[in-house]
């Protein structure tokens, strides 16, 4: 299988601060990665997709301006949120997915992580 | 966005019992997967369907999708405290959208 892997895995921050998150793919190169995000309880929403050399596109309702993402490379990306608040607190997942030479929709999640924002 | 409802919401049986959970979803689509997620962790990926297939099995899981309803359903069965988790059902193409989530409570 393939291995995503998000870093920090936590982070505690002020409201008014930016914060980085990185996706990284460790052993394939992903053209294409999404971020999702997740509220206690609740299920994954797509927040957007992030295409390598390009902008993201992003779902309805979820702020560009605030959600940066940046698909600098084939195994990165990073999602910053901007000066966050309390209401952005949640747990942030990333998916990269796989090309294979039959297109087989293999996506594989990092393990996630948790935003707190003070 | 979400792909549809998961039902039930949440379900709460005893060790050894089989677990049934549905799902249902709002468009075409190439495949359906079924993820689970431990309490604040990432999600595991269980199974992949076919649209092209009816029913899957994998150790005590066995998947069913039913495309003229629109319809996945998974069984768990023996279930064990372990298996207390999130089960999302999950639609597969270009983007991958997640159901609402069933939260199974297996009591030893």
């Known amino acids: 299988g393939a291995v995503v892997s998000q870093h920090p895995s936590r982070v505690i921050c002020k409201s008014g601060t930016s914060v980085k998150i990185e996706c990284r793919s460790l052993d394939f190169q992903a053209t294409t990665m999404f971020w999702y995000r997740q509220f206690p309880k609740q299920s994954l929403m797509l927040m957007a997709t992030?295409?390598?050399?390009?902008?993201?596109?992003?779902e309805q309702g979820v702020e560009k301006d605030k959600f940066l993402i940046n698909h600098a490379s084939l195994t990165l990306s990073t999602l910053t949120v901007t000066s966050a608040h309390p209401e952005d607190s949640s747990f942030y997942i990333c998916?990269?997915?796989?090309?294979?030479?039959?297109?087989?929709?293999?996506?594989?999640f990092g393990p996630g992580t948790r935003l707190t924002v003070l | 966005s979400q792909q549809g409802e998961e039902d039930p919401q949440a379900l709460s049986i005893q060790e050894g019992e089989n677990a049934t959970m549905n799902c249902s979803y709002k468009?075409?689509?190439?495949?359906l997967q079924w993820y689970r997620q431990n309490s604040g962790r990432g999600l595991v990926h269980l199974i992949l369907i076919r649209s092209n297939e009816r029913e899957k099995h994998s150790g005590r899981l066995r998947v069913t999708l039913d495309t003229s309803k629109k319809s996945s359903s998974l069984l768990i069965t023996a279930s064990r405290a372990a298996d207390t988790a999130s089960y999302f059902c999950?639609?597969?193409?270009?983007?991958?959208?997640f159901g609402a989530g069933t939260r199974l409570f297996v009591k030893a």
């Open positions: 998916s990269a997915r796989k090309p294979q030479v039959v297109q087989s929709d293999t996506q594989y």
């Open positions: 992030s295409n390598e050399g390009s902008k993201a596109t992003y």
């Open positions: 468009t075409s689509i190439n495949n």
């Open positions: 999950a639609t597969g193409g270009f983007k991958t959208i």
